[in-house]
């Protein structure tokens, strides 16, 4: 009886030791690990989570890897309201074994933002300690490190989920935050989607007071996605994040101490830059997982078109040739 009044004196005096300390100090856990960083892991009893598509991961994956059905569910970020849905989530994660008490590493293809909705989602539901390999299979296959073929099937574990609304933003919790000076709003989407010339939702534009900094302004390559369609390019490696100098000068216009909302169109490209943020050591960033598609939706939604401020780093736009191709 005695273990709950010390468990709850340690956890008072470990905040008011953080709360004391300057904001420089504390800093988050790593988000973004490489290929030896993923080895390290596995060998210290991580549990490593493909967050591709049943068919890809059963073609190959990283040795004792997991799929979780009906991923997408929990990548979704149902809220408490959702019971029904929570309690699919939770039964998936207890079926793959995906323990969220334990160290998880999640990957999908390099660069691929599948891998970050998975991390915000085991955040999201409670894992303690989760990191995003964002090489993924591309960079493991590179290195010359096995892959394995088939169903992995983990032992199943009971899981108890534990949505963080902190994480999260809703549509009305965004609206109610326009024009606060203590938040910022990044649209992660293309400039064309940002300015309102690509409409794919009832209506186009941005939210207004937003800044757009596209999520493959991160990778040392912005335009690698269209020159693979296009046939220009072999292979993902352009999809690799840019040194952190860079990406510190590419977020270098924001406040790393604000709170920091990112959206895209449904959430996906935008959890990528949901986790490089955390990555760089923002104090205070929430996904708007619905995003454009719930926004342009509701007529009581402002809405601003045109080309805004593309992004809002120290420097102003990229060079040239380090833009996107629109």
């Not at 210290?44 to 493909?50: F, L, M, N």
């Not at 964002?134 to 032992?155: K, N």
């Not at 619905?290 to 420097?315: F, K, M, N, Y």
């Amino acid at each position: 009886m005695t273990r709950f009044p010390l468990l709850l004196a340690s956890v008072l005096l470990a905040s008011l030791v953080l709360c004391s300390l300057p904001a420089s100090v504390v800093r988050a856990d790593p988000v973004v690990v490489d290929a030896p960083e993923v080895v390290a892991a596995m060998a210290r009893g991580a549990i490593v989570w493909d967050a591709r598509d049943a068919a890809a991961f059963r073609q190959a994956h990283l040795p004792g890897a997991v799929h979780v059905p009906e991923a997408e569910r929990a990548l979704r970020l149902p809220t408490v309201q959702e019971f029904a849905e929570l309690v699919r989530v939770e039964r998936n994660f207890s079926e793959a074994g995906l323990d969220l008490t334990r160290e998880i590493v999640v990957y999908a293809h390099r660069g691929s933002p599948l891998a970050y909705a998975a991390f915000a989602a085991a955040q999201y539901f409670g894992a303690r300690k989760v990191v995003v390999f964002h090489d993924g299979i591309d960079g493991w296959h590179e290195a010359g490190r096995p892959l394995e073929a088939g169903d992995v099937r983990r032992p199943p574990v009971a899981v108890r989920i534990a949505p963080d609304p902190r994480l999260s933003v809703t549509t009305d919790e965004l609206k109610a935050r326009l024009g606060r000076p203590d938040v910022q709003i990044v649209d992660a989407r293309t400039p064309a989607e940002f300015a309102g010339r690509d409409v794919r939702a009832p209506r186009g534009g941005h939210v207004p007071g937003a800044v757009s900094i596209p999520y493959e302004w991160n990778w040392v390559d912005p335009d690698t996605a269209v020159k693979l369609a296009r046939r220009q390019a072999s292979d993902t490696r352009g999809m690799a994040l840019k040194p952190v100098d860079d990406l510190k000068r590419l977020y270098a216009g924001l406040d790393p101490d604000k709170e920091t909302i990112v959206y895209c169109q449904t959430g996906g490209r935008a959890s990528e830059t949901f986790g490089l943020l955390k990555e760089l050591g923002f104090r205070n960033v929430r996904l708007y997982k619905l995003s454009w598609s719930a926004w342009a939706a509701r007529p009581d939604t402002p809405v601003e078109t045109g080309e805004g401020p593309q992004v809002c780093c120290a420097t102003g736009l990229l060079p040239a040739d380090q833009r996107p191709v629109p």
